[in-house]
């Protein structure tokens, strides 16, 4: 290994320590959203910690071809010592800045969606019920006119043959006449839950 691949290496696992901090402080930030999950917890370490080892030695990889010293260790231990003694505070103030900033952009577009999209698509659904409600009801109105017209007649000539007619078949046609009145109940009870609705 020559010395500029030694220097290379140096300086890039110098980079990498520095940058294991950065990383580790933002994956720390966001530990408490599943730290009472203890099976998402271990899934998160070994999948963060198997991501920047192997992060790490693509860099090494890329500068010296995989070589493993021990001045390499040394560097990244350095590189991470130099991150938290000099840039951990501002960059951790930095990171709480930057999710306020993200949160707040998010909370915008959500009212701008909810206001543009789903308030004006739930209001149109209201609107196209009422009016199909209220559709339906003048409908119901006017069949059951229409239909109390056509029937008033012939409730005349039924009472009129009712009264000569013998005690059983009046009988038969109570029966018929409760049958009625439950279906027309029903039918009552239906347009009421419709209305509610």
């Known amino acids: 290994m020559t010395l500029s691949t030694q220097f290379l290496t140096m300086l890039a696992m110098v980079s990498s320590g520095f940058y294991l901090g950065i990383v580790q402080d933002t994956f720390r930030r966001f530990t408490p959203y599943w730290k009472k999950k203890v099976v998402l917890t271990y899934t998160m370490e070994?999948?963060?910690w198997l991501t920047q080892t192997l992060i790490v030695f693509y860099v090494l990889f890329q500068v010296n071809g995989g070589e493993l010293r021990f001045y390499v260790f040394v560097a990244c231990?350095?590189?991470?010592?130099?991150?938290?003694?000099?840039a951990a505070?501002?960059?951790?103030?930095?990171?709480?800045?930057?999710?306020?900033?993200?949160t707040a952009v998010y909370r915008f577009l959500e009212r701008c969606v909810k206001a543009l999209f789903i308030t004006p698509i739930k209001w149109i659904f209201d609107l196209i019920w009422t009016v199909?409600?209220?559709?339906?009801k003048l409908l119901v109105t006017v069949l059951l006119f229409l239909l109390?017209?056509?029937?008033?007649?012939?409730?005349?000539?039924?009472?009129?043959?009712?009264r000569l007619l013998p005690d059983g078949f009046k009988n038969f046609f109570r029966k018929i006449?409760?049958?009625?009145?439950?279906?027309?109940?029903?039918?009552?009870?239906?347009?009421?839950?419709?209305?509610?609705?």
Do not use: C, D
């Open 177 to 197: 006449a409760g049958f009625y009145s439950k279906m027309k109940n029903i039918g009552i009870k239906l347009m009421k839950r419709l209305k509610r609705r």
């Open 132 to 136: 199909f409600f209220h559709f339906l």
């Open 46 to 48: 070994v999948s963060f």
């Open 77 to 86: 231990l350095l590189g991470f010592a130099a991150y938290q003694a000099l």
């Open 148 to 162: 109390t017209i056509i029937i008033t007649p012939f409730g005349w000539i039924f009472r009129f043959i009712y």
């Open 89 to 102: 505070e501002s960059y951790k103030k930095l990171l709480e800045h930057i999710i306020r900033i993200l």
